[in-house]
């Protein structure tokens, strides 16, 4: 195939695909046909390819399509803003697997690392964390609690270290750069002005 002929036809089927993607939902998942469409994300546990769908129990779980319905949404992972649920009080997960009563110890301490470049600062909220999961769950053995003492990357984050042990698995996925690096360079006033400081980001 001659060479112009080619650029026409790629020149084509960028056309096609944009015309597609217009007449289509805002959804970024969309364009990537390896993501699940809307009317597949969280099946029932007999479809879903991790339960057994042989076992009796499997059906008698709820849908997450029913038990989400009425919680905040999000843009990614599994569609379910979790923070805002537990603030929201629209869900009371067990802090403690065996005893019922037992009451987080929530630390409400934010953590600010400087990141290279113009790339905004990472923003550590504590509370957030702590409201969900107990010290000992990422002290010592993922997190040094000691200033200097951790090498963090995003190398690293997207292998399952540090952050990524629980990101991308469990809690929203690394994609969503906005959610860390929340605190961007420069004058705190002027970047508080502009709203692209998140409410719970420590002030200068």
Not at 68 to 79: D, I, V
Not at 129 to 142: G, K, M, Q, R, V
């Amino acid at each position: 195939m001659r060479p112009w002929k080619l650029g026409a036809w790629l020149v084509l089927g960028l056309a096609l695909t944009a015309g597609a993607m217009l007449t289509e939902a805002a959804d970024p998942n969309t364009f990537n046909r390896l993501l699940p469409s809307a009317a597949k994300r969280n099946p029932p546990p007999p479809d879903d390819g991790i339960h057994d769908p042989v076992n009796e129990g499997t059906h008698m779980l709820q849908p997450p399509k029913d038990a989400f319905g009425q919680l905040p949404k999000a843009p990614s992972g599994n569609y379910i803003d979790w923070v805002k649920s537990l603030d929201g009080k629209k869900i009371q997960p067990r802090y403690d697997r065996i005893d019922t009563a037992a009451e987080p110890i929530v630390m409400d301490l934010n953590i600010v690392r400087e990141v290279k470049g113009s790339m905004p600062d990472v923003v550590y909220p504590h509370k957030q964390h702590t409201e969900w999961l107990d010290c000992s769950n990422c002290h010592p053995a993922i997190f040094v609690p000691q200033k200097g003492a951790n090498q963090i990357s995003m190398a690293g984050i997207l292998l399952g270290e540090k952050c990524g042990v629980c990101h991308g698995k469990v809690a929203f996925p690394v994609s969503e750069c906005v959610r860390c690096h929340s605190k961007p360079k420069g004058d705190g006033a002027a970047a508080q002005k502009t709203g692209t400081t998140p409410p719970d980001a420590p002030k200068k």
